[in-house]
């Protein structure tokens, strides 16, 4: 049986990789230090003999005993209010845990995929986005911790690549929403559709006039798949390119819950980029890939699990002390 590291296991994109290769038939480690996861995500798989769990951070040493075919490295905290929160976390996560996952598939000759994303290209000034933009990025800014981790983190895979020859394969990850976000992640999916249960109005930011391109979680796992699986080594952009004003976007998740609640205006937050899509043309030569799920579609499955969350759940604002993590 082939076996897996997928580090971020309890996330929301990790926990949806577990699923998918167990259901190929690997034998799949899940690694996470519970920062921003939730053991709920996987809690089905550890009945299961084919699925191990680390509690682990990987920005410290990491060992797996015996062999190991592929790791995907999809630890990080991911979202605005997490990279404030949490700003040394989500550098060491990055860079030193990144650092750590090469050197462990350099040892076991395993393939590796590491998570990037469209923050690489900061506020874009290329749009929509293609793989060859270098991308604007502000590097002290509050978002800086995680677009410059993000960005080192290429850069060392591409050198464990060139130096040591080790299989690396790059995805940048475009914004995705489905089950098992975090309702206080502070992200807008959650943030809308929580607003929406609890009979809030919505906080729109600036004027909404920022647009953003959501893909549905199952598209983006298919994506990330396809991409091990083939044998290109530079970044691929995965996302749907269907883009919408963040305005807009409010107007339907109210029209979706069928709440009568009011959109409010609150201020940008700083760097907040104004315009992201994805070109994916990319993508679709390489990997013959492209989203299936439409936002309906997708929004509907999604406001589906959030209202399955009990009201405990719902209304919990969220005070974790993040102060025992180093
Ligand atoms: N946003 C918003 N209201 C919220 C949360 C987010 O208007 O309650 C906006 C945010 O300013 C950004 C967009 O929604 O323009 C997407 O934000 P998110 O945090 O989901 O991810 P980003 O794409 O900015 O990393």
């Not at 519970?34 to 990491?62: C, R």
């Not at 006039?209 to 893909?215: A, G, K, M, W």
């Not at 107007?251 to 609640?261: F, H, R, S």
Request: proline residues 5%; aromatic residues 12%; charged residues 25%.
């Amino acid at each position: 049986m082939k076996k897996v590291l997928i580090t971020g296991a309890a996330g929301f994109l990790g926990s949806h990789l577990c699923d998918r290769f167990i259901k190929e038939g690997y034998h799949v480690i899940g690694m996470d230090n519970l920062i921003t996861g939730d053991l709920k995500n996987i809690e089905h798989l550890f009945k299961l003999k084919n699925f191990e769990f680390y509690d682990h951070d990987v920005s410290k040493f990491v060992h797996i005993p015996g062999n190991l075919d592929y790791i995907l490295h999809f630890a990080s905290p991911a979202s605005p209010i997490d990279y404030l929160k949490i700003p040394i976390q989500t550098l060491k996560v990055g860079s030193l845990g990144t650092h750590n996952l090469l050197g462990l598939a350099k040892e076991k000759k395993s393939r590796i995929l590491i998570a990037s994303t469209s923050e690489v290209y900061g506020d874009p000034l290329v749009h929509p986005q293609t793989e060859d933009y270098y991308g604007n990025v502000n590097t002290i800014g509050p978002r800086g911790v995680y677009d410059e981790a993000k960005r080192f983190q290429e850069s060392i895979t591409m050198a464990y690549h060139t130096y040591h020859k080790v299989e690396t394969r790059i995805v940048r990850i475009f914004n995705t929403y489905g089950p098992r976000m975090r309702l206080n992640d502070g992200r807008v999916v959650p943030a809308f559709i929580g607003q929406a249960l609890r009979g809030e109005d919505l906080t729109v930011f600036g004027e909404g006039l920022q647009t953003r391109s959501f893909c549905y979680v199952d598209d983006l796992i298919e994506g990330i798949y396809r991409l091990l699986f083939s044998d290109y080594v530079y970044p691929v952009n995965v996302g749907n390119p269907n883009e919408i004003t963040i305005k807009d976007f409010a107007e339907e998740i109210i029209k979706l819950t069928g709440t009568d609640q009011k959109v409010i205006y609150k201020p940008l937050p700083v760097n907040d980029p104004l315009q992201r899509q994805p070109d994916i043309t990319r993508a679709k030569e390489i990997l013959g890939w492209q989203p299936e799920v439409d936002r309906s579609e997708g929004m509907r499955r999604t406001l589906e699990y959030f209202k399955g969350l009990s009201q405990e759940e719902l209304y919990r604002s969220e005070h974790k002390d993040f102060s025992s993590y180093s």
